[in-house]
């Protein structure tokens, strides 16, 4: 989540998906005002793809955000898919901006696009309200969308399928090998299978953190204050912790989504865990001095930092150096956990031509006709790009993806991989206002895990409206 703004970075992305922070205009996206239909019972009222008596191509309104980077892959998509496709033609509008902002300006005038980037947690909402396309009765007529990672569905309630995030994305360790094989330490495990406990993973971290005179944490002189390379960092939002909660048996809330959970034992224990690795360890920087660190890929290179946790968009970075990196599965607690994270991708409701718009949609995110999957940035979230060898390769036979990826990462996730709280818990916007600032005691040392934590409840407890219905919880 807190990669730098480089020509090829997914931080666009996830600013808009996550926070959501600027301002933009855009015009152009009223083609579709005062259209009621979108309805199964309503598709084919109006002319679809194939169908005489047209005179020109349908057209759609496609808005989405991200880097230049990103802009110019979607564009190449949509030109793609126009095309292919002549009966239909998609426009591209780009918002690098403040989308939700401009989202929810589009939903008041009724001048909403056809398809649409979405973040999460209002995908589920607008759904919820009726607001979004529902796929379900058009399943039939679609049969891709059964084949897409149970994770990635997003369901608002039974029954109301209204589509799938855009991609999917995992967490894992990114380190760089060389430096492994200089200090002498084993690489990290490359299966769920024989991830390491924390107590293993904390040694390791012990070993490759040294002070200006080459000691590590565990030596007599170590200098706390003057650590030339740690051995770990890791994100202080959801990204950095919620596979530990799900690790170690816990969660933010209980299985219906209603009770607070997150001071729980189990809880305490993570927190406490990870706020040691900085202050009681010293094999992690402190959030100061995070401030003054370069990105991933420039950390690892120059060896200020050992191992990372990240998201796995961040091998698109990886990729643009020579830098001799590998992927690892995350260290357990009581068992192998990672997360599926993603943000959304919907058809509104007001669409005039559903059936077109789900043409679109299955083909938007097709690795074969976007190369961000094969770049690092995504991976795919349809089964066969994890189950069927030659699809794999297909994507990730590259520079961008090590040879240990299918197993730690592919494999990691279709088999261990939560959905994070974004896609599972009602409200989580809110929530998560109230969450990362509190967690900020931890991470900046003011208080212990527990203290924390157990004042969170009183926030948060008022906040819980329980779980989307059909989202995937294991």
Known sequence: ???????????????????????????????????????????????????????????????????????????????????????????????????????????????????????????????????????????????????????????????????????????????????????????????????????????????????????????????????????????????????????????????????????????????????????????APTPTQKKNLPGISVQLQTKKIAMIHAGAWSLLDLAETKLNFGVGVLPKFKEPKTGFFGAGAVIFKTTKHPEAALEFYKFYNDPSQVNLYADGLWMPIEDKYYTDEEAVESWTNNPAHPPEFKTAALDYMLKYGEPTPNLTLINYLELQSQINPALDQIWTNKKPAKDVLDELKNKVQPLLQGRYSQTQTK
């Open 1 to 283: 989540m807190n990669q730098p703004t480089k020509k090829k970075t997914k931080k666009g992305m996830i600013a808009a998906s996550l926070f959501l922070t600027a301002s933009i205009a855009l015009s152009g996206c009223g083609g579709n005002s005062g259209a009621n239909n979108g309805n199964a019972g309503n598709a084919g009222n109006s002319p679809e793809p194939g169908k005489a008596g047209t005179g020109k191509p349908v057209e759609l309104v496609f808005t989405f955000w991200g880097s230049n980077y990103e802009k110019q892959a979607v564009e190449k998509m949509v030109d793609s898919f126009n095309s292919s496709h002549p009966d239909i033609h998609v426009t591209p509008q780009h918002i690098p901006g403040d989308y939700e902002t401009k989202m929810n300006t589009l939903m008041a005038t009724n001048e909403l696009p056809d398809v649409a980037y979405l973040d999460t947690p209002l995908a589920l909402k607008w759904g919820k309200d009726g607001k979004l396309l529902n796929f379900t009765p058009y399943l039939d007529q679609f049969p891709e969308f059964n084949d897409r990672l149970p994770q990635s569905k997003l369901y608002p309630e039974p029954g109301n399928f209204i589509g799938t995030t855009i991609a999917g994305d995992n967490y894992n360790l990114f380190y760089n090998k060389d430096l492994f094989a200089e200090e002498g330490v084993d690489l990290p495990p490359v299966t769920a299978e024989d991830a390491w406990t924390w107590d293993e993973f904390l040694k390791v971290a012990m070993q490759l953190t040294k002070d200006k005179n080459g000691k590590h944490p565990d030596e007599a002189g170590f200098d706390e204050k003057n650590i030339v390379q740690y051995g770990v960092d890791f994100p202080g939002d959801f990204h950095g912790w919620f596979p530990y909660l799900r690790s170690n048996g816990t969660d933010i809330a209980s299985e219906d989504g209603k009770t607070y959970t997150m001071n729980s034992p189990e809880a305490v224990e993570v927190f406490q865990s990870l706020q040691d690795l900085i202050y009681k360890y010293h094999v």
